[in-house]
């Protein structure tokens, strides 16, 4: 506030203050209880506006659950491959006509057909961010160290595109605690 306080003093914008993190923190959870009550805060503070904390890299939340598929095979155009499959893409790429027999074939012998998807969901947790779906995997079953190694995978991705997740929720399945 003092910053804010020296450039009105000086006759400046109040364009580019930079915050605490702090600061910044408590504004994230002020709008995400109420909406009204930080557009209050910032009318009688001058702090940040609406438009300004949604360009901020704020924390995001992931949500995770397995659901279950119609299990089946297709071929898709866009990615080149048959989905449906717990393996590897670069096992059912198709690169001629005759590999879609020979792919498909291998799958069923395999029994890798897909009987759930493993969805991840991430959130800004403050009002009017809708949650966006970053990542499908299919799966045949679930079991607590896969969840584990794909929750580790997340974190590593998530750290590298500079996103900070503060918590990873589910729906309370025993294997994903």
Known sequence: MLQTAKREEKDKG????KYSNEFLNFLVILGSISLKTLDLFRQNLTGMTIYSIRHHRSPVVAMTDCTILKAG???????????????NRDDCKIKTYDDIYNKTFNIKQENAIAKYVRIYVLQVPLPKFPPVIVILIPTKNDNAKEIFALHEKLIEIAADLELHIISIG??????EF
């Open 170 to 175: 589910s729906n309370g399945a025993t294997s």
């Open 73 to 87: 095979l297709q071929y898709s155009t866009n990615l080149g491959c048959i989905v449906g499959s717990t393996l």
């Open 14 to 17: 109040l364009q580019n203050l």
